[in-house]
């Protein structure tokens, strides 16, 4: 018998070392963690500015705008980024300081990522619309602000100090460079008036020789800081999220210079994946919507958007899966939601004129669902079919909607409003004596062979989702032209070219004879006008 294994004692070095980290974590408040971070980054800065003047004559000029787009745009896309000619493969690690690692590789794809944070907790990676791998490392180019540095060094002081408790502080200097106070303004510290509470190296008030021109620029070097971060210490991903939005409420409090970097960063993060498009929903404050400024901070972030995806509708798409598409009018004043005014503001942007028929696709859809909506209810409550007809038709003349999308839209909730029998023998004369009630309201609305077309493909489709029916299709469709709802000419051009794949062979041969009959009466009608 083995004798038992021996259990290893933390030793007194081990155990002096974590209560020592402790202690560092646990005796800092904010105002202290402030400080560490203003003087770190400044102190990286200013040694970067040393090194570029020192340098300058003996090698290239820093890389251009274009090294950090394409820098941010490959995090973007989770590829490796290159750093002064070295791939982020064969780039040198010198020690665990950059989270760079094999131990603190990040894992993505659709797979959960099991790696410990800096706390040993498990954490998993979490993408907002991209379905591609989070690289190993992500290197930035170095930069005149020097993100790499700054990285290095935000990374390395993450395993001294809490960024768990204060990760909130941490975003608040890095885009505003010092902690925010609520409306917006820099918390000062009144013991000591003289101390410096904000840095300059900060989204807000970190600028280039290029002036406003290189706000996008700024933005995107500050938004690979972040990226990096947070990918670092992945458990900052919600406290990233839920600061951004509470950074979108003091949009009063901040310059317009200001609100357009903040714009242009929440762009270039929604971009990249590291927060959801959700925080945009911040904005919608009744304050900030009747001053105009969620609208125009809404509208910096959409334009810088498309500009970085170079994909209209995949921004379009992320709108929609956030639940903004139907509250975009809710980002303009109350007294300009027309829509007129808001196709004028859309179209002041070569960008965003893609919204327009977005956002007229989305009214047209919200109007189609009232008109069902009133139909079914005329349609339950026993209305005449003139009456029905009316509405239908004040609609139609009120919203221009197209007659084709119109009885379409009359079928289906006809369709809707009956509780079919569910004997197929018998569901047969039950449509056929709930359509001949209301087929004079379809007619009303196939005045155009699009219209006829459109409900015969309609009729095809429901027929064979809906098993029941699969027998119904050629008796409802005799009755439409008897009903003069149908047209020989759309009945006989849907026969021969545009019908739907949908069970198509089922319906062509249910129709094969009265198509034919259509064609010799059609013949036949030809032959006495030539005599």
Not at 156 to 175: A, C, E, P
Not at 389 to 415: F, G, Q, Y
Request: overall charge negative.
């Amino acid at each position: 018998m083995n004798p038992p294994s021996k259990v290893e004692k933390p030793t007194l070095v081990g155990v002096r070392s974590k209560a020592r980290k402790r202690d560092e974590r646990e005796k800092l408040d904010p105002v202290g963690f402030r400080d560490q971070i203003i003087n770190g980054l400044e102190q990286v800065s200013q040694g970067n500015k040393s090194q570029n003047s020192t340098s300058t004559q003996q090698r290239p000029r820093s890389p251009q705008n274009s090294d950090i787009t394409n820098a941010v745009e490959k995090i973007a896309l989770d590829e490796p980024v290159a750093v002064n000619g070295k791939d982020a493969g064969s780039q040198d690690t010198n020690d665990g300081e950059t989270g760079s690692s094999p131990d603190n590789e990040v894992r993505g794809g659709d797979q959960d990522d099991s790696s410990s944070d800096s706390g040993g907790t498990p954490t998993h990676t979490r993408k907002h619309g991209t379905g591609s791998p989070v690289p190993p490392q992500l290197v930035i180019p170095a930069t005149p602000l020097d993100v790499e540095g700054i990285s290095k060094y935000l990374d390395h002081l993450g395993s001294k100090l809490d960024y768990r408790r204060y990760g909130d502080v941490l975003f608040d200097i890095i885009i505003a460079g010092g902690i925010l106070a609520p409306g917006g303004e820099i918390k000062t510290d009144t013991s000591d008036p003289s101390k410096k509470v904000r840095t300059d190296v900060c989204l807000f008030l970190y600028h280039t020789d290029s002036g406003d021109a290189n706000d996008l620029l700024i933005a995107k070097s500050f938004a690979s800081i972040i990226i990096r971060i947070v990918r670092r210490y992945k458990y900052l991903e919600k406290t990233l999220d839920e600061e951004l939005k509470r950074i979108i409420l003091f949009l009063r409090g901040f310059t317009n210079s200001e609100r357009i970097k903040l714009a242009k960063l929440t762009a270039v993060l929604i971009n990249a994946g590291q927060c959801p498009a959700t925080v945009l929903g911040s904005a919608l404050q009744d304050t900030l919507v009747k001053d105009g400024l969620a609208l125009d901070f809404f509208f910096n972030v959409l334009e810088t958007w498309v500009q970085e995806r170079q994909d209209p509708a995949s921004v379009w798409n992320s709108l929609r899966k956030a639940n903004l598409d139907s509250k975009i009018p809710e980002f303009f004043p109350s007294n300009k939601r027309n829509s007129e005014h808001i196709y004028a503001t859309f179209r002041q942007s070569p960008h965003l004129k893609f919204l327009v028929d977005y956002q007229k696709a989305q009214e047209n859809n919200a109007v189609k669902k009232e008109l069902a909506s009133q139909v079914e209810t005329l349609v339950t409550d026993g209305a005449s079919v003139k009456e029905i007809i009316a509405t239908v038709k004040d609609a139609v003349n009120k919203h221009s909607l197209p007659e084709h999308e119109v009885v379409v839209l009359l079928w289906n909730t006809l369709m809707k409003c009956v509780e079919w029998n569910k004997k197929e023998e018998l569901v047969t004369e039950q449509a056929m004596k709930h359509l001949r009630t209301y087929s004079s309201l379809l007619a009303n609305f196939t005045n155009t062979a699009k219209a006829e077309l459109s409900l015969i493909i309609t009729v095809q489709e429901y027929c064979y989702e809906n098993m029941n029916f699969m027998k119904s299709f050629q008796k409802i469709i005799i009755l439409f032209y008897k009903t003069d709802i149908l047209s020989e000419d759309s009945i006989i051009k849907w026969y021969k070219e545009s019908h739907s794949p949908k069970g198509k062979s089922v319906f062509l041969e249910q129709s094969k004879k009265f198509v034919e009959w259509l064609q010799t009466a059609e013949s036949e009608d030809e032959d006495e006008e030539d005599e």
